[in-house]
């Protein structure tokens, strides 16, 4: 975006006003809607991360599974510019007792 606002006076130049004032709409809209696609996926993934949560909140423990899984959302999470909302959450599920992985027996 700010790549295009550096060339806006060279476009205004090449295209004339009024085309520049549709690319500037244009780019606007397509912010409005990547902002839109991102707080949607941050909304899924929270979403997702107390579903977790609470599953094995209920069973009493977390598995080896569930926490890689719980994770790897909460990084995806966190990168799209996670509030606070989930840090409580997280340090909740591993103070969950780790599920002791049964020895397996060839």
């Known amino acids: 975006m700010q790549t295009i606002i550096n060339f806006l006076p060279i476009l205004s130049f090449l295209f004339g006003g009024g085309a520049l004032v549709a690319i500037i709409k244009l780019l606007l809209k397509l912010n409005n809607r990547i902002k839109a696609n991102e707080r949607g996926t941050q909304a899924l993934l929270r979403d997702r991360l107390y579903h ?8 009493g423990y977390r598995t080896s599974h569930s926490t890689e899984n719980f994770e ?14 989930m840090d409580d959450v997280r340090k909740q599920f591993y ?12």
Request: aromatic letters at 14%.
């Open 52 to 59: 977790i949560y609470y599953k094995y909140k209920d069973l």
């Open 95 to 106: 103070e969950l007792e780790l599920e002791k992985e049964e020895e397996v027996k060839c």
């Open 72 to 85: 790897n959302i909460y990084t995806q999470y966190h990168t799209l510019g996670a509030n606070g909302v």
